[in-house]
Structure formats: structure tokens, C-alpha cells
T-cell receptor
């Protein structure tokens, strides 16, 4: 089977740093993605990890540990516009290209 | 640069009716996906395709059918609509290479009454 877990909701203050965790158990692994989804909109791509370590992209960073089945998304210098859901997704390996999503973490940024 | 286009954007169906949700992409992507998203929930994979002529079931395929006759198109068919199929449906596509992200359509909001 497969399972992807994330916290349901988080709250943070504008200007602060927040870390959103994701743990996964999947049959096969071919990369982990983070997506941002504002209410009523489609998900948009934020970051991708396939090797262990940290990937940095501006205010956003994502970390992966394959041996622990663990990833996190780090958001720095939070802005009000960062209020959104953040979705962790794993692409299964081998001939199966499907992309499985967690339930998402709803982040609320407060002034 | 259209990307992934879904039609219709909104639809109300009566129980037992049928409909097809259309999805077209112009990026020559190999992989295409259909997801549903219920309120406050993540995305559940319905069906996916790794290329023209090839489709496979995802996590929640019951009540749906798909076809992939061309690289560009991946329609989703609901044969006998049920209230449990009320949801927002997203189509997505990506290249086969593992490092490439999926691009999403704007979604179809379906209500079954």
C-alpha cells in the first residue's frame, strides 16, 4: 500500500519561518514534489527532490531523506500571500508513473 | 501557450446521467492524470496514462472510465452519476522524465443532485 502523511493545518506569523513535514510509505519511489494550492485554484509546482538533501529556491526550500521516508518544505520570510494549502506528492517508480498526493497542509499566515 | 485545458469548468448533473470531462494538453507530455479533490482534502488519483493507448487505474477508479487515443487528449467518462461523485476534478500532465513536474488544468467543479 501507500501512505503520505502531512499535518492538516498550521498557523504562522508574517515574516516568520515555517516547516511543513511529510512522511511517506510507497511501493516504489521516483521523486517527491511539493505543490502550492490557493483556495479554488489548481495546484502549482514548488519543488522537487529525488536525492537526499536540501533544495533551495528563493524563500522556499525542500529536504528529503529517502531512508526515513521523510521530507519537509521550509518557507522563510512568510508573506500573507503564502496562505494556501501545501501538497506533498510522491511519484512511484518503475513502469508506474503515477503521482500520489497527501491530503495537504492548510497554512494560515497571520499579521 | 494553453498548457492543460479542461472543459467544462462547472456542471450540474442529475443522478444517473452521464457525462465526459474533457482534457487536452499541448505540451506533448507522455503522462496524463485525472484527480478528484473533495472539500478540505488532498488529490485522489482516479486514472492515469503513460502514453497513447495505455491507461491504468489509480486509487479511486470506480464509477469512471478513461481513454487515451492521442497524446493530447485524455477524457474522463462518468457513466451513471452518483452524489458521491460531487467533487472538483483536475486533469494534469507531465513528461516521462522523473524530474519533471505535473502541470494542472483549472479544474471542473461537478455537482450531482
Amino acid at each position: 500500500g501507500q501512505n503520505i502523511d502531512q499535518p492538516t493545518e498550521m498557523t504562522a506569523t508574517e515574516g516568520a519561518i515555517v516547516q511543513i513535514n511529510c512522511t511517506y510509505q510507497t511501493s516504489g519511489f521516483n521523486g517527491l514534489f511539493w505543490y502550492q494550492q490557493h483556495a479554488g485554484e489548481a495546484p502549482t509546482f514548488l519543488s522537487y527532490n529525488v536525492l537526499d538533501g536540501l533544495e533551495e529556491k528563493g524563500r522556499f526550500s525542500s529536504f528529503l531523506s529517502r531512508s526515513k521516508g521523510y521530507s519537509y518544505l521550509l518557507l522563510k520570510e512568510l508573506q500573507m500571500k503564502d496562505s494556501a494549502s501545501y501538497l506533498c506528492a510522491v511519484r512511484r517508480g518503475g513502469s508506474q508513473g503515477n503521482l500520489i498526493f497527501g491530503k495537504g497542509t492548510k497554512l494560515s499566515v497571520k499579521p | 501557450n494553453a498548457g492543460v485545458t479542461q472543459t467544462p469548468k462547472f456542471r450540474i448533473l442529475k443522478i444517473g446521467q452521464s457525462m465526459t470531462l474533457q482534457c487536452t494538453q499541448d505540451m506533448n507530455h507522455n503522462y496524463m492524470y485525472w484527480y478528484r479533490q473533495d472539500p478540505g482534502m488532498g488529490l485522489k488519483l482516479i486514472y492515469y496514462s503513460v502514453g497513447a493507448g495505455i491507461t491504468d487505474k489509480g486509487e479511486v477508479p470506480n464509477g469512471y472510465n478513461v481513454s487515451r487515443s492521442t497524446t493530447e487528449d485524455f477524457p474522463l467518462r462518468l457513466e451513471l452519476a452518483a452524489p458521491s461523485q460531487t467533487s472538483v476534478y483536475f486533469c494534469a500532465s507531465s513528461y516521462r522524465d522523473r524530474g519533471t513536474e505535473a502541470f494542472f488544468g483549472q479544474g471542473t467543479r461537478l455537482t450531482v443532485v
